[in-house]
Nanobody, 125 residues
Framework: QVQLVESGGGSVQAGGSLRLSCSAS????????LGWFRQANGKEREAVAS????????YYSDSVKGRFTISRDNAKNMLYLQMDNLTPEDTGMYYC??????????????????WGQGTQVTVSS
């Protein structure tokens, strides 16, 4: 069973940047979607971004488009999320996840089946 481990979270002031990393315990083929999700206290988990290397598709939620960049390094079994121009609304626990099955990618949490334990991001004003 592949395990995903996030890192890179922390506390930052509004306008700052953070880079999250997600390490996979074994190689994940290009036919699996990988994504980032977040959950703020008292709110439902929401999609942030996902990437489907098989055809190069990348998806961003409207709330992060233009500020966040998702990338993947297959050689290192790593997924990244570069977050710039952070706002307090970006505060939450950030999770990486793998698609439930090959061939799908998007921003629907129900289509992701493998989740990391999360890394906390706190943005102060």
């Amino acid at each position: 069973q592949v395990q995903l481990v996030e890192s890179g979270g922390g506390s930052v002031q509004a306008g700052g940047s953070l880079r999250l990393s997600c390490s996979a315990s074994e190689f994940i083929t290009n036919t699996y979607c990988l994504g980032w999700f977040r959950q703020a206290n008292g709110k439902e988990r929401e999609a942030v971004a996902s990437t489907y290397p098989y055809n190069g598709d990348i998806y961003y939620s409207d709330s992060v488009k233009g500020r966040f960049t998702i990338s993947r390094d297959n050689a290192k079994n790593m997924l990244y999320l570069q977050m710039d121009n952070l706002t307090p609304e970006d505060t939450g626990m950030y999770y990486c996840a793998r698609g439930r099955k090959p061939g799908y990618c998007g921003l629907t949490a129900g289509n992701f089946a493998l989740w990391g334990q999360g890394t906390q991001v706190t943005v102060s004003s």
